[in-house]
């Protein structure tokens, strides 16, 4: 019997578990995928007929996001623990420095291939060149890549700014449906109050996504509340005038004009509940990222506190010369329990709570919820599977909780819209979609 038109481009895929993160979990479940979308998400019996995908022992969850990476220094994991953030940042900007353009896109490439592979389909990524951008959109994820500048020097923010139009302007003839640009401003200590005005006007103007690393460490907190530390010290002995700037770093994203529905937060560390009310009323979402925190003994972002203000908050691996692995799960397991630690309402501290900040939580702060985040007839069909345990035999009374439990590492299928990136736990080959034009 010749198989009928409508088989041959719908898919469904079968499953122990579906865990669509926006309902409950599905025992013996099935999504359909129809071309780049979801069309249905239920009990396997009901399922329209499509070609079958069989996946045994395995849980189908939405495509992890990874709202924090430097995609580009993926090969500089292992740098010297020990030091000074300020000293471990110079090296950093040394050693990045010694890399060529081939080098950092091969970085970046990697970096891709190693989330991939961990069920990551989103990145959210801030970097000083075009790499990301070219190794997300020669591997087929999706993605933001934000586009950083630096200038801690008020007297030089024009030729910042202008080169940034330039940079983004390039960035922006390939975007696509799948991958889009935005702008980074990196940091208190090295943007001034007049740059940060300029790229969040910029921003705002361009209808651009905006993301900067904020209230992360003590030393962070003493340039911008007291002119004082090593940093300060260090923009002085480049001849940069340096005082107290506001009460805290994110008090003075809120008198530079830079807070917004469009801004990300990265880090958000130090973050007092004067600070939260101000994320929270201004509609940022924030991006926190426990294994690089505690790399540095900055401590942990106040993720309850965010959660219980409403702030859209998802979780980041940071690069890996701060972290050993891209593993969102993990992270997002960190920053649950720091959620539950907190006293925030349950739901958000177990497992399923990991799973949302993973899934939907990392969509929400990147403002892609409506076409990503979970498994939803509709969405676009990012979807990651993971085996289960040889031992996975929930009880009645506990099945939800452990249907969300920890999925065993790599993703034995990962889909991007649709199309198969990951196939038997390996990467699978794809063209490259056409730019916008």
């Given at each position: 019997?010749?198989?009928?038109?409508?088989?041959?481009?719908?898919?469904?895929?079968?499953?122990?578990?579906?865990l669509?993160?926006?309902?409950?979990?599905?025992?013996?479940?099935?999504?359909?995928?129809?071309?780049?979308?979801?069309?249905?998400?239920?009990?396997?019996?009901?399922?329209?007929?499509?070609?079958?995908?069989?996946?045994?022992?395995?849980?189908?969850?939405?495509?992890?996001?990874?709202?924090?990476?430097h995609?580009?220094?993926t090969?500089?994991?292992?740098?010297?623990?020990?030091?000074?953030?300020?000293?471990?940042?110079?090296?950093?900007?040394?050693?990045?420095?010694?890399?060529?353009p081939?080098?950092?896109?091969?970085?970046a490439?990697?970096?891709?291939?190693?989330?991939?592979?961990?069920?990551?389909?989103?990145?959210?990524?801030?970097?000083?060149?075009?790499?990301?951008?070219?190794?997300?959109?020669?591997?087929?994820?999706?993605?933001?890549?934000?586009?950083?500048?630096?200038?801690?020097?008020?007297?030089?923010?024009?030729?910042?700014?202008?080169?940034?139009?330039?940079?983004?302007?390039?960035?922006?003839?390939?975007?696509?449906?799948?991958?889009?640009?935005?702008?980074?401003?990196?940091?208190?200590?090295?943007?001034?109050?007049?740059?940060?005005r300029?790229?969040?006007?910029?921003?705002?103007?361009?209808?651009?996504?905006?993301?900067?690393h904020?209230?992360?460490?003590?030393?962070?907190?003493?340039?911008?509340?007291?002119?004082?530390?090593?940093?300060a010290?260090?923009?002085?002995?480049?001849?940069?005038?340096?005082?107290?700037?506001?009460?805290?770093?994110?008090?003075?994203?809120?008198?530079?004009?830079v807070?917004?529905?469009?801004?990300l937060?990265?880090?958000?560390?130090?973050?007092?509940?004067?600070?939260?009310?101000?994320?929270?009323?201004?509609?940022?979402?924030?991006?926190?990222?426990?294994?690089?925190?505690?790399?540095?003994?900055?401590?942990?972002?106040?993720?309850?506190?965010?959660?219980a203000?409403?702030?859209?908050?998802?979780?980041?691996?940071?690069?890996?010369?701060?972290?050993?692995?891209?593993?969102v799960?993990?992270?997002?397991?960190?920053a649950?329990?720091?959620?539950?630690?907190?006293?925030?309402?349950?739901?958000?501290?177990?497992?399923?709570?990991?799973?949302?900040?993973?899934?939907?939580?990392?969509?929400?702060?990147?403002?892609?919820?409506?076409?990503?985040?979970?498994?939803?007839?509709?969405?676009q069909?990012?979807?990651?599977?993971?085996?289960?345990?040889?031992?996975?035999?929930?009880?009645?009374?506990?099945?939800?909780?452990?249907?969300?439990?920890?999925?065993?590492?790599?993703a034995?299928?990962?889909?991007?819209?649709?199309?198969?990136?990951?196939?038997?736990?390996?990467?699978?080959?794809?063209?490259?979609?056409p730019?916008?034009?």
């Amino acid at each position: 019997m010749t198989e009928r038109p409508e088989r041959q481009y719908r898919a469904r895929y079968h499953a122990r578990w579906v865990l669509p993160v926006s309902a409950p979990p599905i025992e013996d479940g099935t999504v359909v995928v129809e071309m780049d979308r979801i069309t249905y998400v239920g009990p396997r019996a009901g399922a329209p007929l499509a070609r079958d995908v069989e996946l045994g022992d395995a849980v189908i969850t939405p495509g992890l996001v990874n709202t924090h990476t430097h995609l580009d220094l993926t090969v500089l994991r292992g740098l010297p623990q020990g030091l000074t953030f300020f000293d471990w940042i110079r090296g950093l900007v040394a050693a990045r420095d010694r890399l060529t353009p081939g080098e950092q896109l091969d970085s970046a490439r990697l970096g891709v291939r190693e989330g991939l592979q961990a069920g990551i389909t989103t990145y959210a990524d801030t970097a000083p060149s075009d790499a990301p951008l070219g190794a997300m959109l020669e591997l087929g994820v999706r993605g933001i890549a934000y586009r950083e500048v630096f200038g801690p020097d008020p007297a030089k923010c024009e030729a910042a700014l202008s080169e940034l139009r330039r940079n983004v302007a390039a960035m922006r003839a390939r975007e696509t449906r799948f991958v889009g640009v935005g702008v980074s401003p990196h940091a208190p200590y090295s943007v001034s109050d007049a740059l940060y005005r300029a790229v969040a006007d910029f921003a705002r103007a361009q209808q651009l996504p905006l993301a900067t690393h904020i209230a992360e460490s003590a030393d962070e907190s003493r340039l911008v509340g007291g002119g004082e530390g090593p940093f300060a010290e260090f923009l002085r002995g480049r001849g940069i005038s340096v005082s107290p700037r506001a009460r805290t770093p994110v008090a003075l994203l809120k008198e530079c004009d830079v807070l917004g529905r469009n801004a990300l937060l990265i880090h958000c560390v130090r973050a007092d509940a004067e600070d939260i009310a101000t994320i929270a009323g201004t509609g940022c979402g924030v991006a926190t990222c426990p294994v690089s925190n505690r790399f540095f003994a900055h401590g942990a972002a106040p993720v309850g506190d965010l959660l219980a203000a409403g702030v859209r908050v998802g979780v980041g691996t940071d690069s890996m010369a701060s972290n050993d692995r891209m593993d969102v799960w993990h992270e997002s397991l960190l920053a649950a329990g720091f959620a539950l630690a907190g006293g925030v309402a349950p739901g958000h501290g177990d497992h399923r709570g990991a799973l949302e900040l993973a899934t939907l939580g990392g969509a929400r702060a990147l403002g892609l919820d409506d076409r990503i985040g979970s498994l939803e007839a509709g969405k676009q069909a990012d979807i990651a599977v993971f085996p289960l345990p040889r031992s996975h035999t929930p009880r009645p009374a506990d099945r939800d909780a452990r249907a969300a439990g920890a999925p065993i590492m790599p993703a034995v299928l990962v889909l991007v819209a649709g199309r198969e990136l990951v196939r038997g736990g390996r990467l699978a080959n794809w063209r490259p979609p056409p730019p916008f034009h």
